[in-house]
């Protein structure tokens, strides 16, 4: 889709482009028609039903966004091993290619279903809505979505999630905020990953990797924490269970900022 | 990134817009685009180039109005300019804001020519 990275319509949404709808060619007058609506109507409308169906099945769908490697899927990996029999977990795994990521999910006994997008750098509400026809959501509590890795598209995308969570391993610097603000503003959640490598990086300060997020007017919590250390899981596990309990009182969840214009401007 | 994405999203509901007004052509397309939306103005631009093709805007003129970033402050109540990385209180320096302008990413108006406006022309010449 974007000229840069060459992505273009994704499997999902290109029954919605093809070429010349059902136009007619009548009547009167020229005329400036005031139509006043968001650009991403046919994805919000799609995120909007994908949000009814998890709600109707009582699943809390948590949007899991990132660059490449910083260690989405090693955190699902340890949150399954750590949650055990508490609740049940799904994931829907997105990819440009390969089933890697779903092989890994399934390795620990959850189910998993691979989006392999092709050459699109995001997901979006119509793909996540066919991964859905493959997973039985009766018997989830919680849907993790791990989004493609990038930290620039996938905020524009409603998927019909409940939270959205950003991960920035500490190998990529403190200042990921600052670079990559519509990302971290959308971050219900920011997790710190990898963070075991702090004590060998003298260049990632916690504190102002948290800053920056402050400065988006962001007031997601930020949790520090390694998959490879169960020891630090605790709130981030914390967090998990509050959540699904939430989810499981009936509370209406849905991410504080909706990054595709739901949020429209209201004229003063 | 992504604008062609958005782009395609855009000629769609241009398409169904001048549809229901019974279209002929679409002469101009304004959108409102935020500085917190996500996308590029002139991604979108090139990006329209590509997706208008063989579509009713085909000769459309593409239109995007630059959407300013304002907060306003949950502390001191005002509001002020801000910049796509540093959503401050530009009075007091408070991070706890509400963004009230910038998120739009908005089709605003469309102008189209229909059978009757071309007829009209054709008259004129």
């Not at chain 1, 403190?174 to 959640?189: G, Q």
């Not at chain 1, 990953?193 to 990632?204: R, T």
């Not at chain 2, 631009?45 to 995007?64: D, K, M, V, Y």
């Not at chain 2, 009075?91 to 009209?120: F, P």
């Amino acid at each position: 889709m974007c000229e840069t990275c060459g992505c273009t319509i994704t499997p999902g949404n290109e029954h919605l482009v093809k070429p010349k709808g059902k136009l007619e060619h009548t009547s009167e007058g020229r005329a400036s028609i005031e139509v006043l609506s968001g650009l991403l109507h046919e994805n919000d409308h799609q995120a909007g039903h994908n949000r009814e169906h998890f709600d109707r099945h009582d699943v809390l769908a948590i949007n899991l966004m990132s660059s490449p490697g910083s260690g989405k899927t090693a955190l699902l990996e340890a949150t399954i091993e750590a949650i055990g029999d508490e609740f049940s977990i799904g994931v829907v795994e997105g990819d440009l290619e390969t089933e890697n990521d779903a092989q890994r999910i399934r390795a620990k006994g959850v189910p998993a279903v691979q989006i392999t997008t092709g050459q699109a750098c995001h997901l979006d509400a119509h793909m996540v809505h066919d991964a859905l026809h493959e997973m039985d959501l009766d018997d989830i509590d919680v849907l993790f979505i791990e989004n493609v890795g990038n930290l620039v598209c996938p905020a524009s995308f409603d998927l019909g999630h409940h939270i959205n969570v950003t991960l920035l391993s500490v190998t990529e610097g403190d200042d990921k905020p600052a670079k990559y603000p519509v990302m971290f503003r959308a971050a219900d959640v920011m997790v710190l990953s990898k963070a075991d490598l702090l004590d060998v990086l003298d260049d990632f300060d916690t504190g102002k990797a948290e800053r920056h997020l402050r400065e988006l007017a962001n007031p997601a919590d930020v949790m520090t924490l390694s998959a490879r250390r169960p020891e630090t899981l605790g709130p981030w596990l914390d967090w998990l269970r509050e959540s699904v309990k939430a989810k499981r009182s009936g509370e209406a969840l849905s991410p504080r900022i909706q990054p595709d214009g739901v949020h429209l401007h209201e004229p003063a | 990134m992504h604008e062609l994405s958005v782009c395609q999203g855009l000629m769609r509901q241009v398409e169904q817009v001048a549809a229901n007004n019974n279209a002929k052509s679409v002469k101009r397309i304004l959108l409102r685009v935020g500085g917190l939306s996500g996308v590029e103005p002139s991604l979108l631009q090139s990006a329209f180039e590509i997706a208008r093709a063989g579509t009713i805007a085909e000769h459309a003129e593409l239109e995007i109005e630059d959407g300013p970033i304002v907060v306003k402050c949950q502390e001191c109540g005002a509001s002020s300019a801000a910049k796509l990385n540093r959503l401050l209180c530009q009075y007091c320096g408070e991070w706890r804001v509400n963004v009230v302008e910038g998120e739009e990413l908005l089709l605003l108006s469309m102008d189209i020519e229909t059978a009757q406006s071309a007829a009209e022309e054709s008259r004129h010449v």
